[in-house]
């Protein structure tokens, strides 16, 4: 079982910086693509960005393409969403997520159902 904890979040003003954390525990990220996902109000779940277990490989939702960058420390077992020029419109609750160990965990998988393990869940708020 893989545990996620994420941290970061709060309010950011539009075109400030934040970046927000997930930490692995238990059986870690297990050599597995990870993914941050959000969710507004009302909406459904969506993708947002996605990693493979080298690093060497990511995709972008349209929304986010030039101004998110996921990252991950595998020797720290944390992946990263690093969120520069925020709008109000990313404003949202933001999930990371992970894959079960399988001979095809590592490939770039975009929809929620394709994923098994969830973080808490944190809010970020983007203000004009």
């Known amino acids: 079982q893989v545990q996620l904890v994420q941290s970061g979040g709060g309010l950011v003003q539009a075109g400030d910086s934040l970046r927000l954390s997930c930490a692995a525990s238990g059986r870690t990220f297990g050599r597995c693509a990870a993914a941050w996902f959000r969710q507004a109000p009302g909406k459904e779940r969506e993708f947002v960005a996605a990693?493979?277990?080298?690093?060497?490989?990511?995709v972008y939702a349209d929304s986010v393409k030039g101004r998110f960058t996921i990252s991950r420390d595998n020797a720290k077992n944390t992946v990263y969403l690093q969120m520069n020029n925020p709008k109000p419109e990313d404003t949202a609750v933001y999930y990371c997520?992970?894959?079960?160990?399988?001979?095809?965990?590592?490939?770039?998988?975009?929809?929620?159902?394709?994923?098994?393990?969830w973080g808490q869940g944190t809010q970020v708020t983007v203000s004009s």
């Open positions: 990693i493979n277990w080298s690093g060497g490989n990511t």
């Open positions: 997520a992970s894959r079960k160990y399988s001979s095809y965990c590592d490939y770039l998988a975009t929809t929620k159902y394709q994923y098994d393990y």
